[in-house]
């Protein structure tokens, strides 16, 4: 990728909370890869992986410990709080809980237009006429939904209206943290084809988070897998569904429910073991106790993310 | 065969809301043997989670259960228990596993006291032999170190862990019936297996029988003998679990099926979703409740309600005036 069509630049992001007396946790530790305009990235991993913290981080809420975000080359984390504002309306995020992330009390057209309200965009006229114009793109009809509040609204159509929110001020980058997680199947594929549909007619970049790799396969083109607060498989989706090396992106590949009666699921590739946990200073590789690949040299050396294909690279002393 | 251990027989479950009734279940009928598993699936809404309560005896208090509704449990009708001979049953001879592990759990309560609870009030253990057996079911639902974890608060514990605990507090008294309503929707997916085949496990050791809830048919689909697809407080298709796969025919089912990502789909390509929303159980349309979001529906369907009826295949019913071909689910 040249630099030309990098639009964020993720290098060496590292994310640490005190806790207490007992040390700090890191979250995210020494993280780093390009997201490419117009590109859809997948960010996988289970609970407590860091994916969250990491979009945080990106978002500068709050500011990453340390390493850099850089977003058109400009570096968000060297920015001070009015500069950063400024740029704010280029990268935009959507949230797990949709109805958690609106105001109870404001009706949903108000809630779509804050944003530029906010920022002192355009009169009240058209900032309405803007909102009732993104309502319609996200599938909701502005006659019927413009005056109504979050609690008359289903999951899907709360998550529209975040989508459609976050839409206003035409972000480049879209980060989503697990927006599909609290929703049924049938209204989880609504709400992808239409991120899908409004990532390709705008030109896009996302940032996808989510647990469940056969949607991610959907939405992305290139998919990070996450444990324990650092990267270990980065591939194109073709080549991480086809041949994952990684053991822990095969086990979660493993994972997924499949449509099939005769599908007896494989007992788990997965050790028993309990994860460490972000507390532990780990050494060597933080997947070794569950791995069912690990050998002594697993335990002696932290493996690092290496390229061995086109764009497909692990950090594993044993790839599959 | 012998007689089944669960009965429920043109069941309604009706909330009034104001001047209007909500209706949550809406005359469903099924049995289950001992030792086997049904799957109730449908989206939210459709009157699951308002079935199993139902039957585990835990509605709201304003709920009516409409005649001729009827639950009969070990050839027992608990329509005429006393609310005292009902509260021994449940989570003695019925336990039930809820969807969210960390509001089903008591927050300032170590689980090892919350494990020994069921088995004190049922059961007149005492306190030593209820937490011995406590420290036996964590081992059971894989939960290593149990003589140090038993002494935890469920904050202590991953969202994994807590379910099992849960697990371990609805099998403490052993009971007959495991009712699992959504157990892993708020889980992972690497979890969501595990939980999963120990439920399987578990069932299958103590031949209980089990209802599992779901919104998503691959979670089921290895996992469950018969299943049930509910929609708007109906059942609308029901078939043991390959045959239903196999052969689906209500266009509701088809339809949950599609919008399900899978792993053998061209990468990319558009989900089938399901246009709409369920409809207001306290307003349903005449005819078909599916008929408003379905591709396939006719006047007839706005007019007349289909009823749930046999293709001739063996125990495989549906509720459809214009049914998917046969074959066409591979």
Known sequence: MNDADTLLRVENLA?????????????????????????????????????????????????????????????LTALDAANLRSLRPRFQMIFQNPAASLNPLRTIGRAIEAPLRTLGRHDAAERTRLAREMMAAVGLDPLQFYERRPSQLSGGQCQRVSIARALMTEP???????????????????????????????????LFISHDLAIVRHLCDRVAVMYLGKLCEVAPVGALFSAPRHPYSRALLAAIPRLDPKHRPAASDLLPGEPFSPMDSIEGCSFRARCPRAREDCAVQQPELCEIGAGHLVACHHPS | MSEPLLVVDKLSVHLPCGDRIVRA?????????????????????????????????????????????????????????????????????????????????NPVMKIGRQIAEPMRHHLGMTRVQARERSI???????????????????????????QRVVIAIALACEPQLLIADEPTTALDVTVQAEILDLLARLQRERNMAMILVSHNLGV????????????????????????????????????????????????????????GQSPDLAALPGGCSFAPRCARAEERCSDQAPMLVSDGHARHRYACWFPCAVGATA
């Not at chain 1, 199947?185 to 990532?199: D, F, G, K």
């Not at chain 2, 036996?136 to 935890?152: M, N, W």
């Open chain 1, 172 to 206: 480049r980058l879209l980060v989503c943290d697990e927006p599909v997680s609290s929703l049924d199947v049938s209204i989880q594929a609504q709400i992808i084809n239409l991120l899908r549909e409004v990532q390709q007619t705008r030109g896009l970049s996302l």
């Open chain 2, 25 to 105: 279940v809406d005359e469903v009928s099924f049995t289950l043997q001992r030792g086997q598993t049904l799957a109730l699936v449908g989206e939210s809404g459709s009157g699951k989670s308002m079935l199993c309560r139902a039957i585990m005896g835990l509605l709201p208090g304003r709920a009516r259960l409409p005649a001729p509704g009827r639950i009969v449990f070990a050839g027992q009708d608990l329509g005429v228990l006393k609310a005292s001979e009902r509260a021994g049953l449940c989570g003695r001879r019925i336990g039930m596993v809820l969807q969210d592990p960390l509001s089903a759990l």
């Open chain 2, 136 to 162: 036996e079911l964590l081992r059971a639902v894989g939960i290593a170190q149990a003589e140090t974890r038993i002494d935890c608060y469920p904050h202590q514990l991953s969202g994994g862990m807590r």
């Open chain 2, 220 to 275: 089921v689909a290895g996992r469950a003998h018969e299943t049930a697809v509910m929609y708007a407080g109906r059942v609308v298709e029901q078939a043991p679990t390959a045959e239903l796969f196999a052969r689906m025919r209500m266009r509701y089912t088809r339809a949950l099926f599609d919008a399900i990502p899978r792993l053998d789909d061209p990468a990319q390509a558009m989900l089938t979703a399901i246009g």
């Open chain 1, 15 to 75: 994310v640490e909370f005190p806790a207490g007396n007992r040390g700090r946790v890191r979250a995210v530790a020494d993280v780093s890869f390009d997201l490419a305009r117009g590109e859809a990235l997948g960010l996988v991993g289970e609970s407590g992986c860091g994916k969250s913290s990491l979009a945080r981080a990106i978002m500068q809420l709050p500011r990453p410990t340390s390493g850099t975000v850089a977003l058109d080359g400009e570096k």
